[in-house]
């Protein structure tokens, strides 16, 4: 049996953009963690 672990270090989730606001980019990460089609993911 094989088994597949992801980690990310989210950073608060967010991203600034060129104006200094924030965003959330919490769907987007959601997305791209989706698509890594881990069995066990971690989030810090």
């Known amino acids: 049996m094989r088994l597949s ?3 990310y ?3 608060k989730g967010q991203l600034r ?3 200094l606001r ?3 980019k ?3 990460l959601s997305d791209h963690l ?3 089609d881990a069995d ?5």
């Open 34 to 36: 989706r698509a890594l």
């Open 5 to 7: 672990v992801a980690t």
């Open 9 to 11: 270090n989210i950073h």
């Open 17 to 19: 953009n060129w104006q």
């Open 26 to 28: 919490m769907p987007e």
């Open 22 to 24: 924030r965003r959330s």
């Open 40 to 44: 066990i993911v971690f989030l810090q």
